[in-house]
């Protein structure tokens, strides 16, 4: 849940939320990012926009406050400071945003400097991260992919509707596109049996649709 909330705010709606210059625009971009998150998270519940902005900034005074910790703390390892498992993800995210969390947290405490322990374990952070991003670069956005989907099928009931025939090519051009988007969630490891059987309802219940409109013509 963590990791997915990070992955959507400071990645895919980073620029979009650094563009925002009003407070309606912002609650607007949340309740987008709300229904990307409860498409690729799933389960029965649906996370609530105030939920997730709780959560954001939860992790981000999570994150400062380790920040300060290593500061306090220096190469005392006698001190552990317990990083949370998502911590590449935490430094992904606040780790270019030194400054700004101090303004919207409220508060005048700086993010403390590093010392050139801190800097080399910062450094091998950095790396790992680099390594997971362009690995994240070969993903495809699920909530995003979803959307286009949909949007793509109701045009082409619409546009079947226009005609007086309905040619097999278009029954076919739904059943791949239906099969082409199976294939690409089922390669990125997050699509679970119950979306698989969705999917395959779909593409034979497109498929009445269009048979059915070509026999009212």
Known sequence: MVVTLLELRYSRFKETFSKCNSNQKK????????????????GDNAVTTTS????????????????????ATGNDSDIPIDYPVYWD?????????RGLGDVEFGDDVPFPAEN?????????V??????????SKSKVDIGAGLVSL?????K????????????????????TLLAETKEILVSTGVINERTIAALERGNEIQAKL?????SKQ
């Open 116 to 124: 050139s322990g801190q800097a080399d374990k910062r450094k091998a």
């Open 126 to 135: 950095d790396d790992l991260e680099s390594q997971r991003q362009q690995r």
């Open 150 to 154: 949909g949007d793509a099928l109701a």
């Open 210 to 214: 269009l048979m059915f409109l070509e």
């Open 52 to 71: 997730l902005k709780n959560k954001e900034y939860d992790i981000r005074a999570k994150y400062k406050a380790i920040r300060i910790k290593e500061a």
């Open 156 to 175: 082409g009931l619409v546009d079947a509707a226009a005609f007086r025939s309905v040619p097999d090519s278009s029954i076919a051009t739904v059943a």
């Open 89 to 97: 993800d935490m430094v992904a995210a606040f780790g270019d945003m």
């Open 27 to 42: 609650c607007s971009l949340w309740e987008r990012l709300r229904l990307q998150f409860n498409i690729i998270v799933g």
